[in-house]
Structure formats: C-alpha cells, structure tokens
C-alpha cells in the first residue's frame, strides 16, 4: 500500500525532496488537529503522522483545548485531517451517514463538506439493504467515492 501511495503522490507532482515531499517549491504538509491531552488522539495523530512520513508527507499535530476543537476548527473547517470520538448507536451506516450525506446549503453533521449525489444515493441504498455483503459492498463504494 505505500508503494501504491508513493506512485500516486509522483502522479501528482509531489516529488521527494529530502525527508517530505514538495511540489512547484512547496512542501507537501497538512495540520491534523487534536484534542489536547486525550491519549487517544494523541497515539492515533502519532501513528498517521509516522505512516504518512513514511511516504513523504509531513503530518504537523496541532493539539487544542477539546472546549476550542468543534468551535474553532471543526466548524470551520479549519484542519487538514481532524480527530474526534462521537457515541454512536449500534447502526453504523444510519449514525454515520449524516456525516457524509450532502445537501448543498445546510451540510448538517457534514463538517468536511464532502459529499455529492452518489454518495447520497449509496448511503441511501446502504441503509435500507438487507443483505449484509451487499451493504458492505455499497459502503465500499461510499469509501471510494469519498
């Protein structure tokens, strides 16, 4: 897999310079924003930044006070790549659909703001399918839409 991440990332124009990545003089760098002393963000920002180092991108971790994380980046969307835990009932694809379902105007729970028709549409098709492999498979689909 990160073989298949280096080519994709040379595809790109992001060459290796040094330790990281850089493209037309820049170097290839994105903030990932945390929850200030949670020791969960914190190993899960290690592990991505020391697994994204390992193809050339240089991960900063940016820690904040959990009362700042939604107000001042979530929202906002003010982050790269962003950490947070939310409780969820045990119907994964209908808790988190809301975070990925578009509607242009009122994004809802989608604070990346991605989202398109198809995503709709399979999260749509996902939520209402019996059978499990085949919901398995048009979750994969929303993976690889997304």
């Known amino acids: 897999m990160r073989e298949v991440a280096k080519k994709k990332l040379d595809e790109l124009g992001y060459k290796q ?14 903030t990932f924003v945390i929850d200030y002393g949670d020791s969960v963000s914190t190993a899960v920002s290690n592990l991505v930044q020391s697994q994204l180092k390992a193809v050339g991108v240089n991960v900063k971790i940016k820690s904040v006070p959990v009362a ?3 107000k001042n980046y979530v929202y906002r969307g003010a982050y790269d790549i962003v950490y947070y835990a939310l409780a969820a009932p045990p119907l994964p694809i209908s808790a988190g659909g809301p975070f990925f379902y578009w509607n242009q105007g ?7 703001a991605i989202g398109n028709d198809t995503i709709n549409k399979l999260l749509d098709q996902a939520g209402s399918e019996l059978d499990e492999n085949k919901r398995i498979d048009l979750i994969q689909q929303v993976d690889t839409e997304i």
Do not use: C, V, Y
Request: aromatic share 12%.
């Open 106 to 112: 009122s994004p809802g729970r989608n604070f990346s």
């Open 68 to 70: 700042e994380l939604f």
């Open 17 to 30: 310079s040094g330790d990281f990545r850089s493209k037309d003089g820049k170097e290839l760098d994105l």
